[in-house]
């Protein structure tokens, strides 16, 4: 029973820093410019001004996005699958499908973080990765352990 609250416990972080990871606006920092996945936030005059992405390569933030509310919906689905899969789920059986779905949300993760380290933000010399981009690495980290576990986890009677 333990070990099945730990892995509830560690779903629900992953899925709480995945959000915050895809909401929030720190993925590119510096003094004067705060970038997330959806808009950039400037400073000026002391004053903070939401702007759109300019001069980001479409397609790419594109599939960032996407990627990221993917990663999200996977991983909340997953939460929801292994808790029915509790009651219903024969014993001797393996979370299969909730690992394969907390499997897609690595997956996910992995490529948007991917797209974002090697497609934007390459030529500039002034800023730096933020907390929103180290949260998607720690969640891909957390989602590979979550869905090894899933898949070698079996229902036991009790």
């Known amino acids: 029973m333990l070990i099945l609250a730990g892995i509830v416990v560690l779903h629900v972080s992953t899925i709480v820093l995945l959000l915050v990871a ?4 720190a993925w590119w920092t510096s003094d004067t410019v705060s970038t997330d996945l959806w808009g950039r936030w400037e400073l000026q005059s002391s004053v903070w ?5 300019k001069n980001y390569p479409e397609e790419y933030l594109q599939a960032i996005q996407a990627t990221s509310v ?3 919906v996977f991983a909340i ?6 808790v029915a899969q509790l009651f219903t789920l024969p014993n001797g059986q393996r979370f299969t499908f909730t ?3 907390q499997f897609l949300s690595c997956l996910c993760i992995m490529i948007g973080a991917s797209i974002y380290t090697a497609e934007l933000h390459v030529r500039e010399a002034a800023g730096g990765y933020g907390h929103c981009y180290i949260l998607a690495w720690v969640s891909f980290v957390f989602s590979f352990i979550l869905a090894i ?5 079996r229902k036991k009677s009790e």
Do not use: E, Q, R
């Open 99 to 101: 690992g394969i779905l």
């Open 49 to 53: 001004h939401y702007t759109n992405l």
């Open 149 to 153: 576990t899933y898949l070698v986890l």
């Open 77 to 82: 689905l997953a939460l929801f699958v292994f």
């Open 22 to 25: 895809t909401i929030d606006n």
């Open 70 to 72: 993917l990663a999200c």
